[in-house]
Structures are given as structure tokens and as C-alpha cells.
T-cell receptor, first 108, second 115 residues
Framework: QKEVEQDPGPLSVPEGAIVSLNCTYSNSAFQYFMWYRQYSRKGPELLMY????GNKEDGRFTAQVDKSSKYISLFIRDSQPSDSATYLC????????FGTGTRLTVIP | GAGVSQSPRYKVAKRGQDVALRCDPI?????LFWYQQALGQGPEFLTY????????KSGLPSDRFFAERPEGSVSTLKIQRTQQEDSAVYLC?????????????FGQGTRLTVV
């Protein structure tokens, strides 16, 4: 079993939809939780970073962490075609572990 | 520049050739990470430096892989006697603080193709 599990998708939604992306993990030592966005042929770009359980909002993006269930989510409101990318969850204790990424396409 | 810089962006190597990949982290960043990303997969951890000290190299797939950061800034990932399975994007990331790699910023990556 991988340390971080993420549904690879692909996920296609119409413009304006709410997108929900999720990851589960097995290592209770993980303390920091991140979401990265990766465009084709680019490096991952940090979107959201959280430490504790709960919600964190930044514009159209909301990150949610539930440590008791070992489950994290990223919600994208009013999705735009420019949001089309691969979204990677990541979490760390001493090193940074990534999910496989979910490929999202927002259709105009 | 302000971000993490990697060179070359693309590298084609013949099987058996040695390659060296360079990473210039963000100035002042203590931690530096190398990752390998296969097509359609998430980045897989290779190794981690805190300043010049290589604190974790548990992800290096074989003894053909070697990384160094002699002055605590620029890092080089070297792959000896490249094999086809080494073909991947190699990503470098740096973060300001030591330890857990929080808020790590990535470079564009070096796409290595072994033919």
C-alpha cells in the first residue's frame, strides 16, 4: 500500500462547476498537508498548505484536512478552463510524499 | 532569478552514458530535495539535503545514483551508466526551513530520455 492514495482520474467538469479532489493516507506521522498544481511539462506549483485538521480557504480554493480519518480534500469553486491541470496532494513528516495526481479538465 | 532553476531542461543520453543534472535552489533555502517523476505518476522522493548535509538518500533507486550539494547551495544529481528505466523527469525543490519540507518550491524539472 502506498503512503498516499489519490484517484488519478481523469476528471472532466463544465466551467463553473465545483470540483472536489481527495487523498487518503496511512501514516499518522504526517503533519503538513499540501496541494500542488502541475501544468503539462512544468514543475509542481504550491497551491495550499495546511498544518492542522480543519479548513483553509484561499480565493476559489478550499483545503480540508481530517486527521482522524486520514483524509484530505481540495475544493475548487467556480472552476475555470485555466484550472485544467494535474493536482497533486502531498504530505510530510520528514520528507514530502506525493499522491499520483488527478488530471482535471474544465470544459468551457 | 527568484525561483528554483534546473538545467538542462531536456537531456537525451545513450544507454550506459553518465549524466549530471543541476539544481540552483532559491537563495537562502536550507532544504533541497530531488524527486523522480515518471509519466502519469506523482513525484517519487530520491534524496534530501539540509545545507550541505545529505540527511536522507533512501529513495535513490540504485548505487548508480549519486547527489551532492558541497557548499549548501547548488546541487547536482549524477546518474552513472544510465538505463532506459531511468527515463523520467527529475525535479528539484527547495524550502526555506529545515526538516519537513513544508512549502517546498519546485523547479521546472529535467526531462531525461535514455535511448
Amino acid at each position: 500500500q502506498k503512503e498516499v492514495e489519490q484517484d488519478p482520474g481523469p476528471l472532466s467538469v463544465p466551467e463553473g462547476a465545483i470540483v472536489s479532489l481527495n487523498c487518503t493516507y496511512s501514516n499518522s506521522a504526517f503533519q503538513y498537508f499540501m496541494w500542488y498544481r502541475q501544468y503539462s511539462r512544468k514543475g509542481p506549483e504550491l497551491l495550499m498548505y495546511t498544518y492542522s485538521s480543519g479548513n483553509k480557504e484561499d480565493g476559489r480554493f478550499t483545503a480540508q484536512v481530517d486527521k482522524s480519518s486520514k483524509y484530505i480534500s481540495l475544493f475548487i469553486r467556480d472552476s475555470q478552463p485555466s484550472d485544467s491541470a494535474t493536482y497533486l496532494c502531498a504530505m510530510s513528516a520528514n520528507n514530502l510524499f506525493f499522491g499520483t495526481g488527478t488530471r482535471l479538465t474544465v470544459i468551457p | 532569478g527568484a525561483g528554483v532553476s534546473q538545467s538542462p531542461r531536456y537531456k537525451v543520453a545513450k544507454r550506459g552514458q553518465d549524466v549530471a543534472l543541476r539544481c540552483d535552489p532559491i537563495s537562502g533555502h536550507v532544504s533541497l530535495f530531488w524527486y523522480q517523476q515518471a509519466l502519469g505518476q506523482g513525484p517519487e522522493f530520491l534524496t534530501y539535503f539540509q545545507n550541505e548535509a545529505q540527511l536522507d538518500k533512501s529513495g535513490l533507486p540504485s548505487d548508480r545514483f549519486f547527489a551532492e550539494r558541497p557548499e549548501g547551495s547548488v546541487s547536482t544529481l549524477k546518474i552513472q551508466r544510465t538505463q532506459q528505466e531511468d527515463s523520467a523527469v527529475y525535479l528539484c525543490a527547495s524550502s526555506l526551513v529545515g526538516g519537513s519540507g513544508t512549502e517546498a518550491f519546485f523547479g521546472q524539472g529535467t526531462r531525461l530520455t535514455v535511448v
